[in-house]
């Protein structure tokens, strides 16, 4: 906890003077400005520092080993390379980890979509009897160092459970993807290869930006991608119970895709060259299936290739090494 009195000074002496200020986040114009972003938890420099910290904090855990962190790591676009996560029981979770990355324009969150703000998001694996499984009246004594931090992040001397998902929130909603070699396209600074210029023309003519559409390669859609015809995982039917749910679950940025394998709700595909083999042949039918994934694609192995080096233009390194979104107490 070294690191963290010794701002604790700084930042009261900034609170006394100002309150907490403003946090500008920035991205390029392309990404839109349809953000969810909730009045009562603006962004603030004080709450996104909080929140940073509290995303590393291993308190936050019941063996006092795990923290939000643990699953989600900055190296790999903020998953963990497992097909399933473990929980602080060794329990493996029923579903592979998701990206963190351009959290300002998501709807809705996990696979089912059963949370609606980030807010909502962060209390769920902390409380969660098998993910980091501690109730936040367990949590508030052991974080009581970080008191003068909360007090300059939102001006009140106690330390709630609302308040610390507030925080952590906040730093979510900061990690900004935008400095891939895409992006550099986008603002005519780079200039793909021609394999890579196949790729970006294959995906944008086709069914793949139905889904994954527009610079952000993201829509707020679920969707069943024909993984299955049975489904041992019902996906977003578990949540509204809709016959037309079943098999259908969000669909995921492609943001930083060739970093954050293995892919699908389940992890079932190692390589992205299986994700698009899958796409190209292995499609089931299903009552649910996506109606732009009913018509056959037919890429050649080149097209494949081109498109697999278009998604490699989606990695960012800055945003995987930026030391604001890095471990505090590393």
């Known amino acids: 906890m070294k690191a963290l009195f010794l701002i604790t000074g700084f930042v009261i002496g900034l609170f006394c003077i100002n309150g907490p200020r403003p946090y ?9 400005g349809n953000v969810f972003q909730p009045e009562d938890n603006p962004t603030t420099i004080e709450g996104v520092e909080l929140g940073r910290r509290l995303f590393y904090d291993t308190r936050l855990s019941a063996n006092n080993k795990m923290s939000c962190g643990t699953c989600h790591q900055q190296k790999l676009a903020f998953t963990d390379g497992k097909t399933f996560s473990l929980g602080h029981d060794g329990t493996l ?15 809705y969150y996990f ?5 609606s703000s980030l807010e909502e998001q962060a209390l769920v694996p902390m409380t969660s009897a098998h993910e980091m499984g501690q109730p936040l009246e367990t949590t508030i004594p052991k974080l009581a160092a970080y008191k003068p931090l909360f007090k300059a992040a ?3 001397d106690s330390i709630t459970g609302d308040l610390i998902v507030k925080a952590i929130a906040q730093f979510e909603r900061t990690l900004i993807s935008d400095h891939s070699r895409y992006d550099q396209y986008l603002q005519g600074t780079y200039k793909p290869s021609p394999a ?19 610079p952000k390669t993201y829509s707020n859609l679920f969707a069943n991608n024909g993984l299955d015809s049975l489904f041992k ?7 509204t119970d809709l016959e037309g749910d079943k098999g259908n679950f969000r669909v995921t940025s ?3 895709i060739a970093l954050t394998a293995p892919y699908m709700h389940d992890g079932r595909f190692k390589t992205l060259e299986e994700v698009l083999d899958h796409y190209n042949e292995h499609i089931i039918s299903s009552a649910t299936l996506s109606p732009f994934l009913r018509r056959p694609f037919t890429f050649s192995a080149t097209d494949k290739s081109d498109i ?3 998604l490699h233009m989606l990695t960012d390194s800055t945003f995987t090494s930026d030391p604001r979104f890095s471990d505090p107490f590393n």
């Not at 500008?24 to 839109?32: K, L, N, R, S, V």
């Open 24 to 32: 500008h986040i920035d991205y390029p114009a392309y990404f839109g």
């Open 93 to 107: 979770q029923p579903r592979n980890t998701m990206a963190i990355e351009n959290m300002l324009w998501v709807k």
């Open 196 to 214: 890579e210029q196949h790729g970006i023309d294959l995906f944008y003519s086709g069914a793949c930006s139905h889904c994954h559409g527009g």
């Open 233 to 239: 995982d019902e996906g977003r039917r578990t949540l």
């Open 111 to 115: 696979w089912d979509g059963r949370a």
């Open 308 to 310: 697999i080096s278009f």
């Open 254 to 256: 492609l943001r930083n």
């Open 154 to 156: 939102f001006g009140k």
